[in-house]
Structure formats: structure tokens, C-alpha cells
């Protein structure tokens, strides 16, 4: 498949990311570099190296996915495939500092809701390969944490100079690891008698919380449904 104007204009950016961050002069010199007028890239990328931040975050995204379909997940456990997803996503990266400049320019106050939406955004493509089917408050929960999993291993990752980056993989399997332990501890309160007295009420609410409808608007959070009563 042919590579699309916004997807020459973000290769060309890369080299620049390094030295210019992502911001507007990135974003001129990737015009200059395939000989289009600025007002031209901007027509693609209207906010500039914010638009060509979140684009690279979203292609490496696609990439990540395509790792993940040419990997033999079927052979892992339920841990490792999740394990998998964080680190194939990492992998397709390449230049550290182009992540990093992006972690920089969405940990700004103004730019930090989109970056977590970003973030957001991973963990739901990791999820959505692995089949995740729930659709009450395990959807959210299940992206939550894994969008802290992710966050704390690319901080890691980037501080990281140990061989093959064996340090980041090591603190990413704790970091699941710490997750499963909770997913276990949490099953065993809810089967536990004496806690379910405690556990109605939140329960109770949390069940009118369901996930986003394919039909409805994706840029919102959830919705809250009338469950009915049995």
C-alpha cells in the first residue's frame, strides 16, 4: 500500500524529532525535506508536531498489532500475551528520544489529557487482539491498569542501558505479575462470605456501568445503563 501524504510527512519528520522535538519546526523541515509548502503539511497536521506526535503514537500502535498477529500467542500463557503486547509495542519504536520527546510534550498540563487518551488507546488495542469480550466495569478496569503497566515501563525503558533491554523486560514481567496477583486476590474476596455483605453495594453500582457501544460516540469514556433486575 502506497504510503499517503501524512505518512510521507511523519517519515520525513523522524530524523528531525531528535534534534527539534515534536514541535512547529519539526514540522517545517519534514515539509521542506519532500518539497511541500508548510501551509500544505499543515492542512494535514493543522496542530503542528502535536498532530504528528499523536500520529506516530498511533502508527506504532498498527505496528504493534502487526507484531502481535505474526506471534504465536496461542503458545503463551494469558500473563505473557499481555506481557507480549507491551513489548512489542516498545520494540517498534526504534529511536528512543523520539519517544521521549514525546513523553515530554504530553506530560505538558496542556497537552496531558491527550496523551492519556493516547495511552488509553494502546492498552485498548492490546486488549481488543487478546479478545478481551467484557462489557461492564472489568473493561475499564482492565485498561486502567494496563495503561499503568504501560506508562511505568516506557519510563523504565528509557532509562534503561542494560543488554537487550533485559532490565525493562524483567520490570515489566513484575509489573504483570503484581496485576494477576490482584486479579487473584480480588476473586477470592468476592468468593469469600464474609465480604460479600461489603462488596453489594459497590458491586451494585459498579454493575449500571457498562462498556462504550460500537454505535455511540467513541470519543466518550462509557455509558451508565439500567440493568434489569432478576
Excluded at 190 to 217: C, M, V, Y
Aim: overall charge positive; some cysteine.
Amino acid at each position: 500500500m502506497p504510503d499517503t501524504f501524512a505518512d510521507k510527512l511523519l517519515k520525513a519528520a523522524l530524523p528531525h524529532v531528535p534534534f527539534d522535538g515534536w514541535g512547529d519546526a519539526t514540522l517545517a523541515a519534514a515539509a521542506n525535506d519532500i518539497g511541500v509548502t508548510l501551509s500544505e503539511a499543515r492542512a494535514v497536521y493543522p496542530r503542528g508536531g502535536l498532530d504528528l506526535a499523536a500520529a506516530y503514537h498511533k502508527r506504532a500502535d498498527q505496528l504493534m498489532l502487526a507484531r502481535m498477529d505474526a506471534a504465536d500467542l496461542a503458545s503463551m500463557k494469558y500473563s505473557e500475551k499481555v506481557a507480549a503486547g507491551v513489548r512489542f509495542r516498545l520494540e517498534v519504536v526504534g529511536d528512543k528520544e523520539v519517544l521521549r520527546c514525546g513523553v515530554t510534550l504530553f506530560s505538558l498540563p496542556r497537552n496531558a489529557a491527550e496523551g492519556a487518551q493516547l495511552v488509553w488507546g494502546t492498552a485498548d488495542c492490546i486488549w481488543k487482539k487478546l479478545g478481551d469480550t467484557s462489557d461492564d466495569f472489568n473493561w475499564y478496569s482492565k485498561r486502567v491498569i494496563l495503561s499503568g503497566v504501560y506508562g511505568s515501563t516506557v519510563l523504565f525503558w528509557l532509562g534503561d542501558s542494560s543488554d537487550g533491554h533485559a532490565a525493562t523486560w524483567a520490570f515489566l514481567d513484575r509489573r504483570i505479575g503484581d496485576v494477576m496477583r490482584f486479579e487473584k486476590l480480588k476473586s477470592r474476596v468476592k468468593g469469600t462470605p464474609a465480604f460479600k455483605p461489603l462488596l453489594s453495594i459497590p458491586e451494585a453500582l459498579f454493575g449500571r456501568i457498562a462498556a462504550p457501544s460500537a454505535k455511540q460516540n467513541r470519543n466518550l469514556p462509557g455509558h451508565w445503563t439500567e440493568r434489569s433486575q432478576h
